[in-house]
Nanobody, 119 residues
Framework: QVQLVESGGGLVQTGGSLKLSCAASGSQIGFIFSFFDVGWYRQAPGKQRELVAGITISGVRKDADSAKGRFTISRDNDKNMVYLQMNSLKPEDTAVYYC?????????WGQGTQVTVSS
């Protein structure tokens, strides 16, 4: 089992920045975070959960069009951490942001952190 805990959300004005963090831990012996593809997703009220940005185990990044040029995902495998630096935030970025870790067709999710961007 993998536990993911997000932090760093909050209320910010349009044009502001936030950095989200996700701490990963595993209850099984031999948990190796670097074996997981990781990503950040978000879900706004009344909308489906969508990928914001992801990094594979080989370091390949995938960003949603809405995130390109504004958001940067990174990971620190030594610390079992995933980050999402969000700049130039817009009201449409308002959502609950979830950390995801995936391995061998298994998906693990955190409980989410709220990001609210005021206009």
């Amino acid at each position: 089992q993998v536990q993911l805990v997000e932090s760093g959300g909050g209320l910010v004005q349009t044009g502001g920045s936030l950095k989200l963090s996700c701490a990963a831990s595993g209850s099984q012996i031999g948990f190796i975070f670097s074996f997981f593809d990781v990503g950040w997703y978000r879900q706004a009220p009344g909308k489906q959960r969508e990928l914001v940005a992801g990094i594979t185990i080989s370091g390949v990044r995938k960003d949603a069009d809405s995130a390109k040029g504004r958001f940067t995902i990174s990971r620190d495998n030594d610390k079992n951490m995933v980050y999402l630096q969000m700049n130039s935030l817009k009201p449409e970025d308002t959502a609950v942001y979830y950390c995801n870790a995936a391995i061998s067709n298994q998906n693990f999710w955190g409980q989410g952190t709220q990001v609210t961007v005021s206009s």
